[in-house]
């Protein structure tokens, strides 16, 4: 299953709301996840099954979809929020990541 | 205190062979599900293997079948990835990670909740 981010970059300033799409390449229900990763360091999970929030990740953080197209949403930007994000496919193996968005000051 | 440490990467020239090695610390190990992810020089993140708590099941990605093999030891809590065969395009910073396996309305999700620091592989001549 491929998996396609959109765009895979953007500028956006501290309180801006921020939407990433992922889109499968076949339907995969709501099985997806996304992770955060800052430069040199290990990526976090932030989400799973599309939308319900990993404990501690802020409520800033939110996630939708099922099927082929999903969204990752965050809103009010913080400065610490600023990183790459990746979606996850686990409806079949192999597993399968976006080729990432990266999130940058503006 | 939850912990992932690898170890075991390298240069090593095409063709050649390396051991990964992932020591966890703070659960426990024999639990979970555990991966193998990868990250070449300044490219996304790709997932390579992962191993069921009990060894049971495995699952590889395509470009590594054959050539790699994931396995653990739960007795000594770690987490392996013998590499052959060895090819410039295996170059990446490894990471393994633990899988929580989140279960919710019949279905198990992938939640990798939990990551190392990553070991160095370079694959060169």
């Known amino acids: 299953i491929q998996m396609t981010q959109s765009p895979s970059s953007l500028s956006a300033s501290v309180g801006d709301r921020v939407t990433i799409t992922c889109r499968a390449s076949q339907g995969i229900r709501n099985e997806l996840g996304w992770y955060q990763q800052k430069p040199g360091k290990a990526p976090k999970f932030l989400i799973y099954?599309?939308?319900s929030l990993e404990s501690g990740v802020p409520s800033r953080f939110s996630g939708s979809g099922s099927g082929t197209d999903f969204t990752l949403t965050i809103s009010n930007l913080q400065p610490e929020d600023f990183a790459t994000y990746y979606c996850?496919?686990?409806?079949?193996?192999?597993?399968?990541f976006g080729q990432g968005t990266k999130v940058e000051i503006k | 205190e939850v912990h992932l440490v690898e170890s075991g990467g390298g240069l090593v020239q095409p063709g050649g062979s390396l051991r990964l090695s992932c020591e966890a610390s703070g659960f426990t190990f024999s639990s979970f599900w555990m991966a193998w992810v990868r990250q070449a020089p300044g490219k996304g993140l790709e997932w390579v293997a992962n191993?069921?708590?009990?060894?049971?099941?495995?699952n590889y990605v395509d470009s590594v079948k054959g050539r790699f093999t994931i396995s653990r030891d739960n007795a000594k809590d770690s987490l392996y990835l013998q590499m052959n065969s060895l090819r410039a395009e295996d170059t990446s910073l490894y990471y393994c990670?633990?899988?929580?396996?989140?279960?919710?309305?019949?279905?198990?999700?992938?939640?990798?909740?939990?990551w190392g620091q990553g070991t160095m592989v370079t694959v060169s001549s």
């Open positions: 996850l496919q686990d409806y079949n193996y192999p597993r399968t």
């Open positions: 099954a599309a939308s």
């Open positions: 990670a633990r899988d929580s396996n989140h279960y919710d309305s019949g279905i198990y999700y992938d939640t990798f909740d939990m």
């Open positions: 191993i069921r708590g009990d060894g049971s099941k495995i």
